[in-house]
């Protein structure tokens, strides 16, 4: 359910967001070709529904009579035919397996381009590689819109431009597209935009709208820009008759649709029944092929990748259509969180159906049945879910939509994808596969404890880096080499330059330290996030707190595998110097020279008193989070006194690529510090 | 250019094959130059000879050994140890390194009882000459191989990018993803929705950049399986769409059946 | 070893498609034992092609060789329709000559530039020659490229293509896609014509050969049709006939059959037996660079086939590009057929050869029985009796030398050694003391 009214929308006028509609003209079918000829002279690329290889596909078009007149499209779940009409339409059909999202978000993308500099021996971004470019000096025009597919634009948008980032190809391209919308008044046999509330009448967002009669087209100008356009075409006003065919052909293309969805309750619905036996069900028939996500309008999940070649440059950052239902999806090093094709389908449906409501405010579905049709198997999700429905556990509630205010966008250093050049200062080898890079940052750089930098080889990578420590300018970055990227920074030197950009994601709440109670729960490299916390506490004024008593203290109690994993000795044995803080450290495999704790954080943890007025800060590995916080609920920790730093695969940091995705949060933006409470429906569970 | 001393010392090899996937490096003409500049071939027959400018058979140790052809003779499998010893990296490319080839249809033993041996008399008369392993597998099954890189033959942007990663020590970007992948990201019409036509792709590993659905007729899986391959439940598709228990075991039994989870599937259709 | 007898080896032959070595031995002057010994592991194609469907047959025999995969589409299919009774339209035919004509120019400009002119200028690698020959080496990249981009149009890609079927194609261009892809083929003619001047200027090592030269007639310079085949001295026997006139034996330690005339006679086929007897029809473009080349015919000297690949690249450039003014889409892209129990053979001329497919097959739309007689097979007899024949020369020149003119020798024939189903296998048996062949 779109609301197109929505204020924080930040779509321009030349979409149509505040322009009342015109009055519907009418105009003879040859009106069509001058329409065309219009926006030829204006230098738009015309894109529209044509006829290859047996489906309507949208392709570059010069007249009308590119279109498939005459034709229409017989669909089924797994099956799609075209099949002669008897009239003579040129807009009588529905969906075909492209849609629009091929022009504003295409399947392969240049993001990133650097070229190495051989006098100063080092990599410079080189250049906006293809930002907005490639589609016509003028803009493209999309011709023959439907109303889903006109408000899964708009879904898109939200993602894209409306967002805390702005991807600005898709915004030049769309600032540059022309939409000619039609009505439907013919249902296709899939198609369920009426109960998904999108359709089938075109109500906004497009700059001329088209009614096909069988002799005449009514035009409806919604936008400045169509409004100039209709003026040039062969119109006059609409009579009675095509008022009222509009409207009971609308009525009847209602009527006509075949399925429905019961959006009622839906998203908290689908998250309480995660464990319903229907997603074994499907799991059993799913290929995991990826095609539902390929044609659906509204999949924005994309992965990005170094293409670079035998020659020095340049170094291109490239990204792709992917999909939830590829492995590498949910793939970091040591985990796939979604093994399994169930894991995969879940995923697909609760993202589309359920997260979408609360990290874009509306629905990701339009309801235009791609997925059912273009599936090599059949499976229909309007299916799905009234099974799902039909014996349902009660819906749980999932976090409210949080619109960016316009305000806070582009931060400092948020431009998408461009990095700023930063130095190596320092590189102190923590243990033997961890580094802690100091990085000179430009003046102004801040960065709040929790928070992240991309870094970035051009050539090798970018990946996501906790920020450990700041000292006078210097920023700290803790590297865990498990990767061909990671080991590539690990092996900087003083001197070396790399591309950063940052910083991203939520912090932990040092706003709610002071005064109380607070325990840092540390697992190998999660101490790392945490460290410029506790640097704070050892700073902090804490003399109202009771210092006889030991749960009062600012407590630490790391774990590593084995002592040589330690992190940041020098620092602990300070931090253990300091009145105060209280330190407890514990390896799971101690050496013959380890003379203090052996066993998990938790059998540490366990010992001690665990105030319930107390923060408590977890970062490490998942399983020793869950661990942990199992422990604190057992001493009766309320759930918003706890927080945690997550961890899942990032590639645009942004909340875009779709791949760090945690239920209906991104880690990258909602993350990667959590309250436990925003996770304690997810927390654990395996397929997430 | 850097001293030749330097440049990363590639070895390639052959083992049962058509010898299409060396081909393919051969078919790099825009890079091939600009390759020799970055690595140093030591051993490459098809496209190298050592004798005639003077300098000594060339043999390991090597930084990146690539190896295509399947293990279908005793001496092949004493080479791939040999060569695995001697390699800092070793790469198979090709169907055949990676599952067997088309020629691990002799290690099924077919309906009337034929094996190798039966095939070996087939097509010589004096089949005590032929000095043959009952079974043609991939290079894995003998040694530990750093990155298998499918296709027959395999992609040609896929092996520059497999040499470029090895050389810049990055990770190849080189997805375990369903052909549908590529075939929808190129805008083609699915085949099997649109005509009915079986097709392997919702199952196979992608990399060719999906020809065959382009080309109006469906994927064969010369890539071999991906990972999670749904092979039962297209099976039961391709049921649904006409074909026959024999025509199922055929399409999955072919240029990868050496593939287990191809192999398991046509061993359902027996 | 004594001074009386001479050993000429290479264990590992180079610079050939394939595993392949040879052993010559020189004792008093006379040669006691000349190999080819091809080791190349058999994968036994004609065992396993029975029961698979017809229809899979184009996909499965390409896999024989990586260099000349459409060659074998267009023998199967040749020889797999006329067991169907089936004739494609003029079109489709016009397009398989196209996607031979594709073939021919990448597989002929791999060889000439890539495995054969570094003997001829003393080089051990194209890449090596390139440093001083860049000109050279990169001319015969843009021919080779070209011949690619032809067969990837065409065919899905420039290794086992994937559009050739039983009728016809799975898709076929339009004229505007064929229109767009012309200026590619004829960017390079000016570079295969020039490949013809450069050859034939280079020197030759004097060695004029009889030989029975084996080809496809046809009424064009032969290439993907061809119903009769041509043994000279002979005369034409129709392609269904073939294997009456050829017998295949197996020599005491060989794993391969050897393909001989009935009469025990070896032959030779490829691009030397072709234009001997088909120059008369080369294209017109070709047939004006063979005059001023000054190539003399017949050629009967192996080293010179460098010179009449040369000629055949030319020739396939400019048949393509005739192909392509005079194409019209055909309005389906396969003809369709029935199965029935049939036995027919089809014969086309690869790059390397004449290339000859036998089946026999059912009603129910599987092959019972296969047959695949590759150039490589067919030459290997005159290629061991071509080593004996140069051995006088050898003894003349000094040891290294001697041996790289052997391979030269062997190169010249373009050996594609993984086509070869049947092996021949050669154990050197030396009779005084106990050498292998892996000394």
């Not at chain 3, 080293?303 to 309005?331: F, K």
């Not at chain 3, 290339?355 to 490589?376: C, F, M, N, Q, S």
Request: charged letters at 20%; hydrophobic letters at 40%; a negative charge.
């Amino acid at each position: 359910m779109v609301d197109p009214k929505h204020p924080d929308s930040k779509q321009s006028d030349a979409i149509g967001q505040s322009f009342k509609p015109g009055t519907r003209l009418s105009m003879p079918r040859t009106g069509l070709a001058t329409l065309f000829t219009l926006l030829s002279a204006e230098g738009f690329r015309l894109v529209g529904p044509t006829l290859r290889n047996g489906a309507i596909v949208f392709d570059d078009i010069a007249t009308p009579a590119d279109l498939p007149v005459g034709w229409t499209d017989k669909q089924s779940p797994g099956g799609y035919r075209l099949e002669k009409r008897a009239d003579q339409r040129a807009f009588g059909f529905v969906v075909g397996p492209h849609s629009w999202k091929q022009y504003l978000f295409p399947p392969k993308e240049t993001l990133y381009q650097a070229t190495f500099d051989p006098v100063a021996q080092l990599w410079r971004q080189s250049g906006n590689a293809a930002v907005g470019s490639g589609n016509g000096a003028g803009g493209t025009a999309f011709i023959g819109v439907r109303a889903c597919d006109l408000a899964a634009i708009r879904i898109q948008d939200r993602v894209f431009i409306d967002g805390k980032y702005v991807d600005p190809a898709y915004d030049n391209r769309r600032k540059a597209s022309f939409i000619v919308a039609v009505n439907c008044l013919e249902a296709g046999d899939l198609c369920f935009c009426d109960s998904m509330e999108t359709g089938p009448e075109v109500t906004t967002g497009y700059d001329i709208c088209l009614t096909e009669f069988d002799d005449t087209f009514l035009v409806q100008a919604g936008s400045g820009r169509g409004e100039a356009m209709v003026a040039q075409l062969p119109v006059q006003p609409a009579s009675q008759a095509e008022q009222k065919d509009l409207a009971s052909g609308l009525a009847r293309c209602r009527r006509q649709m075949g399925r429905q969805l019961d959006t009622e309750d839906l998203p908290g619905l689908l998250f309480a029944n995660l464990d319903h036996a229907q997603w074994d069900r499907v799991a059993q028939r799913c290929l995991a092929c990826g095609n539902c996500t390929m044609v659906c309008p509204t999949c924005f999940c994309y992965s990005a990748d170094e293409v670079a070649d035998l020659g020095e440059d340049p170094a291109q950052r490239e990204r792709r259509w992917d999909s939830c239902f590829s492995q590498q999806h949910s793939q970091i090093h040591g985990a796939t969180f979604q093994p399994t094709i169930k894991d995969r389908y879940r995923q697909w449906l609760t993202h589309k159906l359920a997260s979408w409501t609360s990290q874009f405010g509306t629905s990701g579905c339009v309801g235009c049945g791609r997925c059912i049709a273009w599936c090599p198997v059949g499976i229909d999700l309007t299916e799905e879910v009234a099974a799902i429905k039909a014996d349902a556990e009660t819906p749980v509630p999932l976090p409210a939509y949080q619109p960016v205010p316009t305000a806070q966008a582009a931060e400092p250093f948020a431009t998408l994808f461009a990095t700023i050049e930063a130095t190596v200062t320092e590189v102190v080898a923590e243990t033997p596969d961890v580094v802690t890079l100091s990085l000179v940052m430009p003046r102004g750089y801040q960065y709040r404890p929790g928070q992240f930098n991309m870094l970035s080889l051009p050539g090798i990578g970018e990946v996501p880096i906790s920020v450990s420590g700041d000292r006078n300018g210097i920023v700290e970055h803790t590297v865990h080499r498990v990767g061909n990227v990671s080991a590539a920074l690990s092996a900087l030197r003083p001197g070396a330059t790399l591309g950063v950009r940052g910083p991203y994601g939520s912090a932990w709440p040092l706003a709610q330290t002071p005064g109380r109670p607070v325990t840092i729960v540390a697992g190998g490299i999660g101490l790392a996030p945490l460290r410029s916390v506790m640097r704070s506490l050892a700073e902090q004024d804490r003399t109202t707190v009771a210092r006889n008593i030991d749960s009062q203290w600012v407590r630490l109690v790391y774990g590593a595998r084995e002592p040589e994993a330690l992190l940041f000795n020098r620092e602990l044995a300070l931090w253990r110097q300091n009145a105060a803080l209280r330190v407890a450290v514990t390896v799971d495999h101690s050496t013959a020279d380890w003379t203090g704790n052996v066993g998990t954080v938790t059998t540490l943890l366990r010992r001690k008193e665990m105030p319930v007025d107390g923060l408590y800060l977890v970062c490490g590995p998942e399983v020793m989070m869950l661990a942990v916080v199992r422990l604190l609920q057992t001493a009766q920790i309320p759930p918003e006194n706890i927080y945690l730093s997550m961890e899942r695969n990032m590639k645009c940091a942004a909340g875009h690529c779709g791949r760090c995705q945690y239920g209906p949060y991104f880690i990258c933006k909602d993350g990667p510090v959590f309250r436990y409470d925003q996770v304690a429906f997810l927390f654990g569970r395996r397929g997430f | 250019m850097a001293a030749k001393g330097v440049l990363p010392r590639v070895g390639v090899f052959k083992l049962a094959s058509c010898d299409g996937c060396q081909l393919t490096l051969l078919d790099c003409e825009d890079e091939l130059l600009l390759l020799a500049e970055k690595i140093e071939f030591v051993h490459f027959p098809e496209g190298v000879s050592f004798k005639a400018s003077g300098a000594a058979e060339r043999e390991g140790p090597f930084d990146l050994a690539i190896i295509e052809g399947s293990v279908s003779t005793p001496e092949q499998l004493q080479t791939v140890r040999e060569i695995r010893r001697q390699s800092r990296a070793l790469i198979t490319i090709g169907a055949c390194a990676t599952s067997g080839g088309i020629q691990a249809l002799r290690n099924f033993v077919d309906d009337d009882g034929v094996n190798h041996e039966a095939l070996q008399k087939l097509v010589y008369a004096q089949p005590e000459y032929i000095d043959t392993l009952a079974t043609s597998t991939p290079v894995s099954e003998h040694v530990a191989v750093d990155f298998e890189l499918r296709g027959c033959p395999i992609d040609k942007g896929q092996l520059l990018e497999l040499i470029s990663a090895f050389i810049r020590g990055r990770s190849p970007a080189i997805k375990n993803e369903s052909v549908c992948f590529e075939c929808k990201r190129r805008g083609t019409v699915c085949v099997v929705v649109a005509d009915n036509t079986p097709c392997l792709g919702p199952v196979t590993h992608a990399g060719c950049g999906a020809i065959c659905p382009a080309y109006r007729r469906g994927c064969y899986g010369c890539f071999g399986p991906r990972e999670s391959a749904a092979t039962e439940s297209l099976a039961a598709q391709m049921k649904n769409i006409g074909q026959s228990e024999p025509e199922i075991l055929r399409a999955f039994r072919l240029f990868t059946a050496g593939a287990p989870a191809f192999e398991e599937e046509s061993r359902r259709h027996e | 070893m004594s001074e009386r007898v001479k050993v000429y080896k290479v264990d590992l032959l180079t610079r050939v498609e394939g595993e392949g070595r040879f052993y010559l031995k020189v004792k008093d002057k006379r040669v006691v034992e000349s190999r080819l010994n091809i080791f190349e592991s058999p994968r036994y194609f004609e065992a396993f092609l029975r029961g698979r469907a017809i229809e899979e047959v184009t996909d499965i025999v390409a896999r024989i060789c990586g260099i000349c995969p459409v060659a074998y589409q267009m023998s199967a299919a040749r020889a797999l329709e006329n067991a169907l009774g089936v004739v494609p339209g003029a079109s489709i035919r016009a397009l398989r000559r196209l996607l031979y004509c594709g073939e021919w120019i990448e597989s002929h400009a791999l060889h000439i530039f890539l495995l054969h002119a570094p003997d001829f200028l003393g080089y051990g690698s194209a890449m090596e020659m390139a440093v001083d020959h860049k000109a050279l080496v990169e001319r015969g990249l843009r021919i080779k490229k070209a011949g690619n981009a032809l067969i990837a149009l065409l065919g899905g890609r420039a290794i086992h293509p994937v559009s050739v079927r039983l009728g016809g194609f799975t898709a076929v261009p339009s004229s505007r896609q064929l229109a767009d892809f012309r200026p590619v083929l004829q960017g390079v003619l000016d570079d295969a014509l020039e490949a013809v001047r450069w050859s034939a200027g280079l020197s030759f090592p004097a060695f004029d050969q009889e030989y029975t030269f084996v080809c496809l007639d046809h009424t064009e310079y032969p290439l993907e049709w061809g119903d009769h085949i041509h043994i000279s001295g002979q005369g034409s026997v129709p392609v269904g006939d073939f294997h009456t006139q050829i017998t295949e034996s197996q020599v005491a330690h060989s794993t391969a059959l050897h393909s001989r005339l009935k009469d025990g006679r070896h032959y030779l086929c490829g691009p030397l037996a072709r234009l001997n007897r088909h120059h008369q029809r080369l294209h017109p473009v070709a047939l004006d660079a063979l005059t001023k080349s000054g190539l003399a015919l017949p050629v009967r000297n192996p080293y010179q086939s460098i010179v009449v690949r040369a000629l055949e690249v030319v020739h396939a450039l400019a048949t393509a590009l005739d192909i392509i003014d005079n194409y019209r889409q055909p309005e389906r892209p396969f003809a369709d057929y029935v199965a029935r129990d049939a036995t027919a053979a089809g014969a086309t001329e690869a790059p390397r050869g004449l290339l000859y497919h036998r089946y026999r097959i059912g009603g129910d739309g599987l092959v019972k029985d296969a047959t695949i007689i590759p150039p490589t097979s067919q030459n290997q007899a005159q290629i061991e009796a071509d080593l004996v024949s140069v051995a006088p020369q050898l003894l003349a020149l000094e040891h290294d030398r001697a041996t790289h003119l052997c391979e030269q020798l062997i190169r010249s024939y373009d050996p594609c050694i993984s086509c070869a189903t049947h092996f021949l296998r050669l154990d050197i048996d030396r009779g005084d003391s106990a050498h292998g062949i892996n000394q």
